[in-house]
């Protein structure tokens, strides 16, 4: 990837561009059906700020949104022109006949996926080079130039039914930016680039994400292109009503780096102004125009980040990062892969922070995942099944509640919680366990269905007749892990301090890092 260096100044200019209506030849008047009555909601000037926090509170995600966030693990596949070259951007001048992955295996690319605990897979249709990873025919430069196959392969094809195969989702890559075509930078490149991506939401069944990233560059013309938009999503809508458009999207924003770490406090709701020209959103909450906004921001969504919001959206946080330093394969990176402890890390840090990760994982120049990357990635799947599996809290008495209410906070799902009894804060669940049990993991999650609310919490944990605080945290949201000093404690409380209306608590957990993880 490495392209969000260019997405700060293309989204400004567009943003400006697009909000002020001046973009000739732009289809304003055609506008894809981005929000939900639930995920976007509209702030008067005579709103209190206990109305906005109100509205906040209640800014739910959509169907698509939820799914997504269930996710929790998605790989990204870097493939393409890049591999054979050893390069990370192509500059579109390749020659098609260098292409040609002897040993190409998706079905191995999606197992070594979902051995390790990934639900989705995204695949690289199209890169800056604009070597397309499916015949298509609107362009020569693609896999049926090439000796791969003959010139008959399609990799987008074998990928779709290697996901089916293994039930996880499938989602496509297809870069705006493209240095090989010649109508890059003029008006033509907007229907070529409709046309490619018509050709991928209907010929590979049914495409779970659409992933764009801002890259805009110059093509062989020497032009930037303004982007169709909501060209783009009123196409997807069409054809893949069930897709995420992310990052360069409505559904899911990039968390505004490529490390792997989200923010400590990661707020889904956030506002909506300057991503939805309010011009057009005046009338409706279900046909909006939408310019993608980078948000990097250290604070998105806090009261003083909301309170003079024109509207809210639920836009959630995407954080990729690539498994190893490079975005494509490059042999002289196999020693330089990321350990399973260092992936432990940044699971704690991305999905432990109310975000889907988003790990890349390139395979090789034979067109398979290197063995560097499977044992790392084996090695991570076995660190996160030993680490959480056993709740040490499971069988613990709530006070003030019956084992069978309490089992909705140790189900394992996210669709059920805790109904609090208190009506003001701080609400308290005091867990009593049979026996002292040691821990150094917390693990938080509430249900989006009702919203994200909690704003601050404190764990505790007694000893004697004194309550000693172990760790405590801001936001909750999907998820939220945090890692402490391993306590023992038979007592264990969690105070949320502030919330946005009463939290929903979907599940509570204590677990046990093993012995060579736990800091």
């Not at 981005?34 to 909601?41: E, M």
């Not at 907007?190 to 990233?213: A, K, M, P, R, S």
């Not at 995942?369 to 709740?391: H, P, R, W």
């Not at 945290?473 to 306590?487: D, E, S």
Request: proline letters at 5%.
């Amino acid at each position: 990837m490495k392209t969000k260096v260019l997405r700060g100044k293309a989204m400004s200019s567009l943003i400006g561009l697009v909000a002020c209506g001046i973009l000739a030849g732009l289809p304003q008047e055609s506008v894809a059906q981005i929000f939900t009555d639930k995920n976007y909601v509209k702030v008067s000037p005579n709103d209190t700020e206990a109305d906005i926090i109100r509205k906040a509170a209640n800014v739910t995600p959509s169907p698509r949104q939820l799914r997504w966030q269930q996710l929790e693990l998605t790989a990204f596949i870097h493939f393409g022109i890049n591999t054979f070259t050893n390069k990370e951007w192509g500059d579109g001048t390749e020659d098609p006949k260098i292409f040609n992955p002897e040993k190409l295996d998706t079905r191995q690319w999606v197992k070594v996926c979902k051995d390790a605990g990934f639900k989705q897979v995204i695949l690289t249709a199209k890169h800056h080079d604009g070597f397309c990873l499916w015949p298509s025919k609107y362009t020569e430069h693609s896999v049926k130039n090439s000796p791969w196959k003959d010139g008959q392969g399609d990799i987008v094809k074998e990928m779709a039914a290697a996901c089916k195969e293994f039930g996880i989702g499938f989602g496509i890559y297809l870069s705006p930016w493209d240095r090989n075509s010649p109508y890059f930078g003029s008006m033509e490149y907007n229907d070529y680039f409709i046309n490619q991506l018509t050709e991928l939401l209907t010929q590979y069944g049914q495409i779970d994400e659409v992933w764009f990233d801002g890259a805009n560059g110059e093509g062989p013309t020497g032009k930037k292109q303004v982007y169709e938009y909501n060209r783009w999503y009123n196409l997807i809508r069409k054809l893949q009503p069930k897709a995420t458009i992310a990052v360069s999207g409505p559904d899911v924003r990039w968390v505004g780096t490529e490390t792997g770490y989200g923010r400590e406090t990661e707020w889904s709701v956030v506002p909506g102004d300057q991503m939805i020209p309010e011009a057009i959103a005046a009338n409706s909450q279900k046909a909006d125009g939408f310019a993608p906004r980078d948000m990097m921001a250290n604070d998105l969504g806090s009261r003083k980040a909301i309170a003079k919001a024109k509207s809210l959206v639920w836009y959630p946080a995407e954080i990729d990062v690539s498994i190893r330093p490079g975005w494509f394969h490059h042999p002289a990176e196999n020693n330089k892969v990321k350990t399973p402890e260092k992936l432990m890390d940044i699971y704690y840090s991305s999905v432990g922070r109310n975000g889907v990760l988003l790990l890349n994982i390139p395979p090789d120049i034979e067109g398979l995942i290197n063995e560097s990357d499977v044992n790392a990635l084996k090695g991570f799947k076995k660190q996160l099944d030993e680490t959480f599996a056993n709740n040490v809290l499971k069988f613990a008495k709530l006070n003030g509640s019956n084992a069978t209410k309490t089992a909705a906070l140790f189900d394992g799902k996210d669709s059920s919680y805790w109904k609090m009894t208190s009506k003001t804060e701080p609400y308290v669940m005091e867990f009593k366990m049979d026996k002292p049990q040691k821990f150094d993991v917390l693990l938080l999650q509430e249900n989006l269905a009702i919203g994200q609310r909690v704003e601050s919490f404190v764990l505790e944990y007694k000893e004697g007749d004194t309550w000693k605080k172990i760790i405590d945290g801001t936001t909750i949201g999907y998820k939220r892990l945090l890692r402490f000093p391993a306590v023992t404690a038979e007592e264990v409380r969690l105070r949320i301090l502030s919330s946005r209306l009463q939290p929903a608590i979907a599940e509570v957990g204590l677990y046990l890092r093993p012995s060579s993880t736990a800091k």
